[in-house]
C-alpha cells in the first residue's frame, strides 16, 4: 500500500469542500424564512445543523465506499490497519480528529510531512490509511 502525499490529499480536500458547500448552501433553505441574526438559539442550531449534515457526507462516503467523490477523483481510498472499509466508529473519530487538525493551524495535517508513512494527526488517531487506488 503506498500512502498519499499531503498535496493529493489536500486537492482531494479542495474538491470535497466545493460540493460541501454546494450542499450547505441547498440545505441551508429551510432557515430562509426565519430571522436567524435576532435568535441566539437559531445560530446554534443552524451551526450544529450544517456540522451533522458535513459529518454525515464524509461518514457515509468513507464507510459505504471507502472514499468521498473528490477522494474518488484523485484514486485516494481510505482503509483501516487491515486494508478493510472502516467502521463508523473511526469514521466519526477521524472526522472530529481531522477538524481539530485544520483548526490547529494545520498541524494537525503537517505532522504528516515528518512521518514515514504520511499519515496525518486524524489517521493516527482513528487508525486509518489513506492508500492509491
Partial sequence: M?????????????YDGVLVLAIIIVTSLP?????????VFLKYTMQIY??????????WFWVNSSATLGMKSWRI???DSEGKKIS??????????????ASLFGI????SLFRKDRNCL??????????KV
Wanted: hydrophobic content about 50%.
Fill in 77 to 79: 481510498k481510505i482503509v
Fill in 108 to 111: 494537525g495535517f503537517l505532522i
Fill in 2 to 14: 503506498e500512502n498519499i502525499h499531503l498535496w493529493r490529499r489536500l486537492t482531494s480536500i479542495f
Fill in 50 to 59: 450544517f456540522y451533522l449534515i458535513v459529518q454525515y457526507f464524509f461518514v
Fill in 31 to 39: 432557515f430562509y424564512s426565519f430571522n436567524v441574526e435576532d435568535s
Fill in 122 to 131: 486524524h489517521d493516527i488517531i482513528s487508525k486509518t490509511y489513506l492508500v
Fill in 88 to 101: 463508523y466508529k473511526k469514521a466519526i473519530i477521524r472526522f472530529n480528529i481531522s477538524i481539530l487538525s
